[in-house]
């Protein structure tokens, strides 16, 4: 599988950002597949995450203010961040996991598949 991310930029607190993640090499529509982030210093966290039926997770820290999404058609992954925060700011990494679904909250382990990331700074 080969993720391909893109949408990421800066921002002002408060603002929007769309990230999208373009999937190839594999039955798409039969992934887990979810978004992480990473901020220097700090570990990789699970932030949200979908399963091949449409069943959503969120970490707590976003929830209400990101949504995640899939087009299986494109085989394309998304996630809409609104009302962002400074404490958002990191690289953004899209993931697909081989299982159909993953316990949650969602952890890097279960992953084995993995963008480049698309980096995400938030201004005060």
């Known amino acids: 599988v080969q993720l391909v991310e893109s949408g990421g930029g800066s921002v002002q607190a408060g603002g929007s950002l769309r990230l999208s993640c373009a999937a190839s090499?594999?039955?798409?529509?039969?992934?887990?597949m979810g978004w992480f982030r990473q901020a220097p210093g700090k570990e990789r966290e699970g932030v949200a995450g979908?399963?091949?039926?449409?069943?959503?997770y969120y970490a707590d820290s976003v929830k209400g203010r990101f949504t995640i999404s899939k087009d299986n058609a494109k085989s394309t992954l998304y996630l809409q961040m609104n009302s962002l925060k400074p404490e958002d700011t990191a690289m953004y990494y899209c993931?697909?996991?081989?299982?159909?679904?993953?316990?949650?909250?969602?952890?890097?382990?279960?992953?084995?598949?993995w963008g480049q990331g698309t980096q995400v700074t938030v201004s005060s």
């Open positions: 993931a697909a996991s081989p299982m159909s679904t993953v316990e949650t909250p969602i952890h890097r382990a279960d992953f084995g598949y």
């Open positions: 979908i399963d091949s039926d449409g069943n959503t």
């Open positions: 090499g594999y039955r798409y529509s039969s992934l887990y």
